[in-house]
């Protein structure tokens, strides 16, 4: 096989957009994240699925910053955001907007995120790096799953995670009624 060229790239992902088109919208609530390379990458997780933007609460870090900017490689400049500082007032808005709220987190009555009832407009909550998707953030959501992890470690980054569920959110595969 050979390296393709730009025009086949984008040639290749328009055949597979149109082979498998998104089943359902996602966006993304950062609650106080404090890596801005976290955010960065989040960016361009949220480019790659389409989303529809990120929301950022607590004390994430917002653009313009040059640690987001060099991680997001200027999808940062493409995918729309907004700040809600508080994440209570965020989660009602989006439920207000007609989102379903899931937390991804390890916490009683989660679910592996392959075996989860998904609505077409979800939004992925996605919590702290050393303290996860807080208590009472876990008590708005209309539910939480998580990544079944087969090696010896907890959980992986937040950006792989939301990569993860992300796409499953807007392909439905594996999807089942609760």
């Known amino acids: 096989m050979l390296p393709l060229r730009k025009v086949e790239i984008r040639r290749l992902f328009e055949q597979a957009a149109k082979d498998f088109p998104p089943q359902a919208e996602v966006a993304f609530l950062l609650q106080s994240l404090e890596d801005p390379r976290n955010v960065g990458s989040l960016f361009r997780v949220a480019d790659a699925v389409g989303a529809r933007e990120l929301v950022f609460t607590g004390k994430t870090p917002i653009p313009p910053h040059d640690e987001i900017d060099r991680?997001?490689?200027?999808?940062?400049?493409?995918?729309?955001?907004?700040?809600?500082?508080?994440?209570?007032?965020?989660?009602?808005?989006?439920?207000?907007?007609?989102?379903?709220?899931?937390?991804?987190?390890?916490?009683?009555g989660t679910r592996p995120f392959l075996d989860f009832a998904w609505g077409d407009k979800v939004c992925l909550v996605l919590g702290n790096e050393s303290n996860g998707v807080y208590a009472a953030t876990l008590g708005q959501c209309d539910g939480a799953v998580f990544v079944p992890m087969y090696g010896k470690g907890p959980s992986m980054n937040v950006h792989v995670a939301a990569a993860l569920v992300a796409y499953q959110v807007i392909l439905k595969g594996g999807g089942r009624e609760e």
Do not use: C, F
Not at 72 to 97: C, F, M, Q, Y
């Open 71 to 108: 991680t997001s490689r200027g999808h940062d400049r493409r995918v729309p955001w907004r700040r809600i500082a508080n994440t209570h007032e965020a989660v009602a808005a989006l439920k207000e907007e007609g989102y379903q709220v899931v937390a991804l987190e390890t916490a009683r």
